[in-house]
């Protein structure tokens, strides 16, 4: 039962990725996007296992990387943050501890905006927003402010301090 639950999961990962990826014009770095949004929303709900389960997705994406399917330019910026990346999302891949997790979380977005702010990783508008409680960065599909780093305690609280694809 529970292998069947699974495959459901993930056949619905998979196609909703497709999906995404069908609207934006994916570079190989796209589903890195994907599985950051992934545990950012896991965060907002303060939820450490799912948060866990898609730190590990993104573990995989970034291992799946087709290198020489980047530009140039795109793969050494890449490869500048390949390794702080990996590092951040093992982190929160293998705690269950929120607080852990949101920790990592903050290094992991500043890094991570650099690279979606150096490659074009979505045609759909990108926002940085900012949490001055924490002193912390998050990206998001949306310009509503939903806060990972305190969830439903503080849900609003914060800015959006720059857009990429506006
Ligand atoms: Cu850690």
Redesign the pocket.
């Known amino acids: 039962m529970k292998k069947i639950f699974l495959l459901v999961a993930l056949i619905a990962t998979t196609s909703s990725q497709l999906l995404f990826a069908q609207d934006t014009k994916p570079t190989a770095l796209t589903p890195l996007l994907t599985s950051y949004y992934d545990i950012k929303d896991a965060l907002i709900k303060s939820s450490s296992a799912d948060a866990s389960n898609h730190a590990g997705e993104f573990l995989k994406n970034i291992t799946a990387v087709d290198m020489k399917a980047l530009p140039a330019a795109d793969m050494t910026m890449f490869m500048s943050l390949q390794e702080k990346l990996t590092f951040d999302a093992r982190?929160i891949s293998?705690?269950k501890d929120i607080a852990?997790q949101r920790?990592?979380f903050a290094n992991f977005s500043t890094n991570f905006f650099k690279l979606a702010k150096a490659v074009k990783l979505t045609d759909n508008p990108v926002y940085y927003a900012y949490c001055p409680m924490k002193k912390s960065y998050w990206l998001s599909a949306d310009a509503a402010i939903k806060n990972p780093y305190y969830g439903s305690q503080m849900l609003t609280c914060g800015k959006v301090s720059e857009i990429l694809n506006k």
Do not use: V
């Open positions: 982190h293998e705690s852990h920790e990592h």
